[in-house]
């Protein structure tokens, strides 16, 4: 086919992966630039002025209410490899760890960053700070992608508040990169399977918005990043010989297909916090889908007035696409639509 899109029409492109089950959209190319000193600036830059290319990307026709991206920018430091933000259904995350073993597969596989070595290292530059993230390769391909996250802290412990329609509701409140209302579903009698989906939005929903509510969110440096992402159901794992099961319901009632990076960072504090997991001892957690990561404390440390974890994630990913999407100006629908 030899048909070229108008020139009035804008172009872009992108490669499309996943981490356990979770989709990456990676915009590769038709973007304006970006200005910004730090990738929060650049990030609010591309909300105020660009919006329409995340609601053109990630809602219908071109996407789902499910989907995720990813926009590469320069680095914002000086020894960064990469800056990244992040998108979704409901506007733009600030970190996002499925995302950071996505992209590191694809930009080494694909060769849009070159490393050599067996186990090359990228500098990520995220709203949330430096991530650093090692690839594992296998006969030049990436197999499995671990990261080093943001410092991770308890926000709040043992909190209870009154939901309608649900009853009194357990939670704490923990930060992995995003702050999350953590739920044990055993308690709250609610399964975590797939056929399990439409409850766990509802209640995840409901959850967040009450505890949104009631318990301000302040994020000890960046005012940006105080607000509350999600609600994490947490439960047995179908494998007796893993941890235990997470399933995330995030922005406007989005559900993780992975076991949520940001979150099991989260849970790496909540469960320190506990004296339940010390440093370099790893857990292993499932997904709604049965998908595995794997968290550890790498070290302790302090982050403004909190104890913090800096937690140590692996998982692993596949790229699933490479499309080149077109804008046409006289479409109506060109910023897409959503139903949720």
Same mark, same amino acid.
């Given at each position: 086919?030899?048909?070229?899109?108008?020139?009035?029409?804008?172009?872009?492109? *992108?490669?499309?992966?996943?981490?356990?089950?979770?989709?990456?959209?990676?915009?590769?190319?038709?973007?304006?630039? %970006?200005?910004?000193?730090?990738?929060?600036?650049?990030?609010?830059?591309?909300?105020?002025?660009?919006? +329409?290319?995340?609601? !053109?990307?990630?809602?219908?026709?071109?996407?789902?209410?499910?989907?995720? !991206?990813?926009?590469?920018?320069?680095?914002?430091?000086?020894?960064?490899?990469?800056?990244?933000?992040?998108?979704?259904?409901?506007?733009?995350?600030?970190?996002?760890?499925?995302?950071?073993?996505? %992209?590191?597969?694809?930009?080494?596989?694909?060769?849009?960053?070159?490393?050599?070595?067996?186990?090359? @290292?990228?500098?990520?530059?995220?709203?949330?700070?430096? @991530?650093? #993230?090692?690839?594992?390769?296998?006969?030049?391909?990436?197999?499995?992608?671990? =990261?080093?996250?943001?410092?991770?802290?308890v926000y709040k412990l043992d909190q209870t508040i009154e939901v309608s329609? %649900?009853?009194?509701?357990?939670?704490?409140?923990?930060?992995?990169?995003? =702050?999350?209302?953590?739920?044990?579903?055993?308690?709250?009698?609610?399964?975590?399977?797939?056929?399990?989906?439409? &409850?766990?939005?509802?209640?995840?929903?409901? %959850?967040?918005?009450? @505890?949104?509510?009631?318990?301000?969110?302040?994020?000890?440096?960046?005012?940006?990043?105080?607000?509350?992402?999600?609600?994490?159901?947490?439960?047995?794992? $179908?494998?007796?010989? +893993? +941890?235990?099961?997470?399933?995330?319901?995030? #922005? $406007?009632?989005?559900?993780?297909?992975?076991? *949520?990076?940001?979150?099991?960072?989260?849970?790496?504090? /909540?469960?320190?916090?506990?004296?339940?997991? &010390?440093?370099?001892?790893?857990?292993?957690?499932?997904?709604? /889908?049965?998908?595995?990561?794997?968290?550890?404390? #790498? $070290?302790?440390?302090?982050?403004?007035?909190?104890? #913090? @974890?800096?937690?140590?994630?692996?998982?692993?990913?596949?790229?699933?696409?490479?499309?080149?999407?077109?804008?046409?100006?006289?479409?109506?629908?060109?910023? !897409?639509?959503?139903?949720?």
């Amino acid at each position: 086919m030899t048909w070229t899109p108008p020139k009035t029409w804008n172009t872009i492109t *992108t490669i499309d992966a996943h981490t356990g089950g979770e989709p990456l959209r990676i915009i590769t190319g038709g973007l304006p630039e %970006i200005p910004g000193k730090s990738v929060l600036e650049k990030r609010r830059y591309f909300r105020d002025h660009l919006d +329409h290319i995340r609601t !053109g990307l990630m809602w219908e026709p071109r996407g789902h209410a499910d989907q995720y !991206g990813a926009v590469l920018t320069t680095p914002t430091t000086p020894d960064g490899d990469l800056g990244t933000f992040f998108l979704h259904n409901e506007g733009y995350s600030t970190m996002c760890g499925h995302a950071i073993i996505a %992209i590191t597969k694809t930009v080494l596989d694909t060769g849009i960053i070159e490393k050599e070595g067996e186990t090359p @290292v990228l500098k990520l530059d995220t709203p949330a700070g430096r @991530v650093v #993230a090692t690839a594992y390769r296998k006969n030049g391909t990436v197999e499995k992608v671990s =990261f080093i996250n943001v410092p991770s802290f308890v926000y709040k412990l043992d909190q209870t508040i009154e939901v309608s329609g %649900i009853g009194t509701v357990e939670y704490d409140v923990a930060y992995g990169g995003a =702050f999350y209302a953590f739920c044990n579903a055993d308690k709250l009698g609610i399964g975590l399977k797939g056929k399990d989906q439409d &409850q766990l939005v509802d209640w995840g929903r409901k %959850i967040k918005y009450a @505890v949104m509510d009631a318990l301000p969110i302040h994020h000890p440096f960046e005012e940006d990043l105080s607000f509350l992402y999600g609600t994490i159901f947490i439960g047995k794992p $179908e494998n007796p010989a +893993h +941890h235990s099961r997470n399933v995330c319901i995030f #922005a $406007e009632g989005e559900v993780d297909r992975c076991p *949520t990076g940001t979150g099991v960072s989260a849970r790496a504090a /909540l469960h320190h916090a506990r004296a339940e997991l &010390q440093p370099e001892k790893s857990i292993r957690i499932e997904s709604i /889908l049965g998908t595995l990561f794997d968290v550890e404390i #790498a $070290e302790l440390s302090r982050f403004g007035d909190y104890e #913090a @974890v800096i937690p140590k994630v692996t998982g692993t990913a596949s790229i699933i696409g490479k499309n080149e999407f077109y804008f046409d100006p006289k479409d109506d629908l060109q910023k !897409g639509f959503i139903f949720r």
